[in-house]
Nanobody, 130 residues
Framework: QVRLDESGGGSVPPGGSLRLSCTIS????????VGWFRQAPGKKREEFAI????????MYDDSVTGRFTVSRDIAENAVYLQMDSLKPEDAATYSC???????????????????????WGQGTEVTVSS
């Protein structure tokens, strides 16, 4: 059984930082593409991952490039999202998701579109407010 659990959300002022964790069981992080998605209050979840990591590297949405960093720890089987210089518009529930059909290697590529991902966590809430 595959399970993804997010943690690390909280409330920070603009310009602050948070580090989100996505702990995964049932699949290995180096055998999947893992993306971070977000859903702002009152809005639909964004269709494209804001950050994604696979064996072929990382990808970022323009809205977070230079401020967010996605990484993974194979030994811990976890993926992290370091969020710096947070803005009020970053406030959202952040969810990690895994696509176990692709790895970013062995002839497969990772994608950022939500429907490519089979497994989802419940999300962790991030608030950015002074």
């Amino acid at each position: 059984q595959v399970r993804l659990d997010e943690s690390g959300g909280g409330s920070v002022p603009p310009g602050g930082s948070l580090r989100l964790s996505c702990t995964i069981s049932g699949i290995k992080v180096n055998n999947a593409c893992v993306g971070w998605f977000r859903q702002a209050p009152g809005k639909k979840r964004e269709e494209f991952a804001i950050a994604m990591i696979g064996n072929d590297g990382q990808m970022y949405d323009d809205s977070v490039t230079g401020r967010f960093t996605v990484s993974r720890d194979i030994a811990e089987n976890a993926v992290y999202l370091q969020m710096d210089s947070l803005k009020p518009e970053d406030a959202a529930t952040y969810s990690c998701a895994a696509d176990s059909r692709r790895t970013g290697s062995d002839g497969t590529s990772c994608y950022t579109r939500d429907f490519m991902y089979q497994y989802w966590g419940q999300g962790t809430e991030v608030t950015v407010s002074s």
